[in-house]
C-alpha cells in the first residue's frame, strides 16, 4: 500500500462538504487530505495518524474514495475535478444529452431499489432520483443507490451485474 495513491469520490467530496455520515475527526482529516497525488508514504506523516491503513480501508469500502494506479497515472485534470464530475468507473458523457438513456438510467435505479429494497425501503434516494435533471446529479447518487443495493441479500448477489448494467448508460 506504500505506493497507492487515492481520490475522493462524489460521496467523499460530499462528505467533506457537509459532514453528513459523521465520519470521526481523524478519518475526516484523512478523507481532506487526499488530493489524488499523495501517496501511502505521505499521508503517513499526517499528525495524530495511528492506523491510516485501517483508516483509508474504511474510507475506500464507504465509497468515500478510490485508488489511483500510481501517482504518475493521475493527471492535472483528474485532481482539478469539480464535484459530482466523472471519475473512471463513468463512461464519457454524450455531447448531447439524449432524455431515452437519461431516462432508462433513472428507471433503472427507481425500479431496482423498488424491487429490492421495498417501496418504503429507499424512499428518500427514490426522490432524490426522481428530482434529477442531469447524468451528473444522477452519477453523484450513484454510491448511495449502489450501497442500498448491495445491502439487501438480492443485492450481494446480483450487485456486480446490475452496476455494471446501469454504467452502461449512466
Known sequence: MTT???IKTPKGVEEVETKANGLSMIQRWVLISIDGKRTFADLKTL???NDLEGIL???????Y???V???ASVGSDMV???PNTTLSIFRPLPATVDPKTFGMAKNFMINTLNAFCGSYGATAL??????CQTHEEL????DRWHEDIANTRQGQKQGKDLQKKLLDVL
Request: proline letters at 9%; hydrophobic letters at 45%; a positive charge.
Open 57 to 63: 480501508t474504511f474510507l475506500e469500502t464507504g465509497g
Open 47 to 49: 499528525p495524530r495518524v
Open 139 to 142: 452519477r453523484a447518487l450513484f
Open 80 to 82: 482539478k475535478q469539480a
Open 65 to 67: 474514495i478510490a485508488p
Open 69 to 71: 494506479s500510481t501517482p
Open 126 to 131: 427514490v426522490r432524490s432520483i426522481e428530482h
Open 4 to 6: 497507492a495513491v487515492f
